[in-house]
């Protein structure tokens, strides 16, 4: 059974920094893309970014792309998501996500989710 673990709940203010991290269950990791995804109040959930399984493709959602940076530690089993320049605007429920494809991700059509975790952005 897969699991996927995602740690605490975040409070930051405008123009902090914070890393999201998630523990992947999956075996073998490698057979996976990561991405993340948000929901913010009263919002649909998006996408934010995804990561191949050999790091080497990366896609990111316009308002993450310079700001956001997405990560994973195969040894492991661990991804990541650096946020920067973080804006009220950020706040939601950030969810990590693995499927066998990027593209998978990238549609939102994944086979694994993760609980959440709240990121609240104070300005």
């Known amino acids: 059974q897969a699991q996927l673990e995602e740690s605490g709940e975040y409070v930051v203010q405008a123009g902090g920094s914070l890393r999201l991290s998630c523990q992947f269950a999956l075996h073998p990791f490698t057979r996976y893309a990561v991405g993340w995804f948000r929901q913010g109040p009263g919002q649909a959930r998006e996408f934010v970014a995804v990561l191949s399984w050999d790091g080497v493709t990366t896609y990111y959602a316009d308002f993450a792309e310079g700001r956001f940076t997405i990560s994973r530690d195969n040894a492991k089993y661990m991804g990541y998501l650096q946020m920067d320049n973080l804006k009220p605007e950020d706040t939601a429920v950030y969810y990590c996500?693995?499927?066998?494809?990027?593209?998978?991700?990238?549609?939102?059509?994944?086979?694994?989710w993760g609980p959440g975790t709240q990121v609240t952005v104070s300005s």
């Open positions: 996500a693995a499927d066998r494809l990027v593209g998978g991700v990238r549609s939102g059509s994944v086979d694994y």
